[in-house]
């Protein structure tokens, strides 16, 4: 990724209505940056406690506090994890963080997710975590702006209700293990009320501030699986007596890689990789069970249904022909996220107008995944990914790396940002 705006030729954003224009205004960058030092305590603290996939206990609890401040009504989903809060009309009618549609009208949900990874962190940040896990992707950023747009559209809440608007605020566990959507939609996430379209950030920890790039299908969907190989075990020495799970397992992982190069177009994007390999204690004695993890990406839902259809024909292929039963278990199912070319449009739009000097550019296409894809598939919705780069080039680190960070100054941004789109959306939809 460049390191300056500069190196790009961004293109602009499409102009927002004027009627979005008008309830957007031109200070909410303003009015987040007056609490800025606010916002970066809040994220330091989320990131003092990272907790992992759909127990966050001491991060729900957290959020809900600065709920409570703010006087915003909210509830949970997914054990006390996933905390969903309500702004205007909807909030008024019931006040207890649920409402039914017709009390709510007009309603567009904002998501910021919270969990962290099982990373030990050499940051080298004051804040750093100390309990083994860390907020390598950002999403305390995603969190605490999220929080920071809740504040800047309670503060409007009275023109929510005038507009008979609601706005949804979705702080989601689970999504680096592709579960906090998926459950939350199962506890009713999508209901009471029910969201006309969502709208979700992610931070770039190697992108300038100011840039935002958008596209879609903006990222691959991904099937995780485990296989499991049992064999009958016993001494080295006598491998003829028993049933090797370990060479029937090299020979699995061989025939998937050769599926992935003998049966899919090469113009297709697909990424088949096994990153587990497990089997035995000791060199010497040949094991009971070898087990094997592994993901399959691509963009393609066709292709991608087909691929796992043949992922278990050829491992109870290969397994059958080394006497090795096998064993395959789902361990993530999530769709590529596509996003709705209107709402993409529109919320270009409103990022733009409060966000004149970002630069835009239509280059967001990785195979990394995503479970808003789960909530996109459903509702009309967009994603942006901004970038949030330190100032040091020389201290830029991917995402998911232990020296990862993160810069503040993106916090009232990404607020102001939030909050637009939900006001502009509500503008052109009332």
Known sequence: MASALSDFQPQPAPQATAAAQAAIGDGLVAEAQAFADELAAWRH?????????????QTSAYIQARLDEMDIPHTTLVDGSCVVGLIGAGAAAQGNGTCKDEQAGTVVMLRGDMDALPVVEESGEPFASTNGCMHACGHDMHATALLGAARLLKAREAELVEANATVKLLFQPGEETFEGARAAIADGLLENPRPQAAFAMHVNSQSPLGLV???????????????????????GSSPEI????????????????????????????VALTVG???????????????????????????????????????????????????????LSDVPPLVL????????????GAVLPKAAFLPLFHAMASEDFALISSKIPSAYFTVGAAVTDTDERFAQ???????????????????????LGYIADHR
């Open 340 to 351: 709705d070319s209107d709402m993409t449009q529109a919320s270009l739009g409103y990022v």
């Open 45 to 57: 603290d989320l990131h003092q406690m990272p907790e992992l996939g759909n127990n966050l206990p």
């Open 213 to 235: 790039l958008y596209g879609s299908p903006a990222l691959s969907g991904v099937y995780g699986f485990r296989i499991t190989l049992q064999g009958k075990g016993g001494h």
């Open 400 to 422: 998911h790396h232990p020296k990862a960070r993160f810069n503040d100054a993106e916090l009232p941004l990404g607020a102001a940002a939030y909050a637009a789109v939900a």
């Open 276 to 330: 587990k390999f497990a089997g035995g204690l000791a060199a010497n004695v040949i094991p009971d069970t070898c087990v094997l993890e592994g993901t399959l990406r691509g963009f393609d839902v066709e292709l991608m249904a087909h691929l796992k259809t043949r992922i278990a024909e050829v491992v109870n292929g290969v397994a059958a022909t080394y006497r090795t039963p096998a064993t395959i278990e789902t």
């Open 242 to 269: 028993c049933i090797d799970p370990i060479t029937a397992g090299v020979h699995v992982h061989l025939a998937l890689q050769e599926l992935i190069s003998r049966e899919v177009p090469a113009a297709k994007e």
